[in-house]
């Protein structure tokens, strides 16, 4: 009975040694992070063309965010992997103004000062995507386009006005006014799609470079208040470079 427990154990161990060093051979854990522009598909109130007011002066611009996270790459076959991320994820949208009262001096003489509306919706997000190496598998880079869907809910929905910077001559800045921005759905739907770029492992690690476009499937706001008379339907584009080690 011991030898039959005995060898019973030591198939135990092997087959338990051989899936660890099969999981480690298949699963790439990694680090990304990187920068993020996104904008609105619709103006937003107070910037609704429809609604006139102070704010007619500003003109659509993007906000610029980071993102930052952690991956997870299973390898299928030598060409086909599935990915999973979990990320925090800043963007929204930015209108801009011409300040003429602010004079700034830059390298090349005077430029324009600008005030800025931002709106800060930052999500903390999951992507699932499918991968695809269209270099052959021998290759010391790879290449993968992949696409896939990802769910995120926002944890932090602000809105902050700022002015142009300046000093001296009697000038008075305006003080930064910052608010919460109500009405925003709490979990969202992206469709994404993109293209990252890599070596092979040196010591371990597997540096790469990821381009990615995503989209909102469903509107970013919940109320009309929040999105202009009646417009329910702002969706949200965002593209995202990024840097990232597989180990």
């Known amino acids: 009975m011991k030898k039959y427990l005995f060898t019973a154990f030591a198939i135990s161990i092997g087959l338990s040694a051989q899936a660890q060093i099969s999981f480690q051979k298949v699963i790439k854990i990694g680090v990304k992070a ?18 006139p007011g102070y704010y007619d002066t500003f003109e659509n611009f993007v906000r610029i965010g980071g993102f930052g996270g952690v991956t997870l790459d299973y390898d299928i076959t030598s060409r086909i992997s599935i990915g999973a991320e979990l990320l925090y994820t800043a963007r929204g949208m930015t209108y801009r103004e011409d300040n003429d009262e602010v004079v700034l001096y830059g390298e090349n003489g005077e430029e324009q000062a600008y005030n800025y509306f931002n709106f800060a919706i930052d999500y903390m997000e999951l992507p699932v995507t499918v991968n695809y190496n269209v270099l052959p598998p021998e290759s010391n880079t790879w290449l993968k386009v992949y696409g896939g869907f990802a ?15 300046a000093s001296g001559d009697g000038y008075l800045r305006p003080p930064t006014v910052r608010n919460e921005l109500r009405f925003v759905n709490t979990y969202v739907s992206n469709v994404i799609a993109g ?15 990821d381009l990615r476009g995503s989209y909102t499937l469903g509107p ?28």
């Open 151 to 165: 769910r995120g809910v926002a944890v932090r929905k602000k809105t902050r006005l700022s002015y142009a910077d």
């Open 195 to 209: 293209l990252k770029v890599g070596g092979k492992k040196s010591k371990g690690v597997s540096p790469y470079g």
């Open 34 to 51: 990187g920068v993020a522009a996104s904008v609105f598909t619709k103006d937003v109130s107070p910037f609704d063309p429809r609604i």
């Open 220 to 247: 970013v706001f919940n109320r009309a208040e929040a999105a202009g008379r009646g417009n329910l339907d702002t969706r949200m584009w965002t593209l995202s470079l990024g840097l990232g080690l597989q180990f």
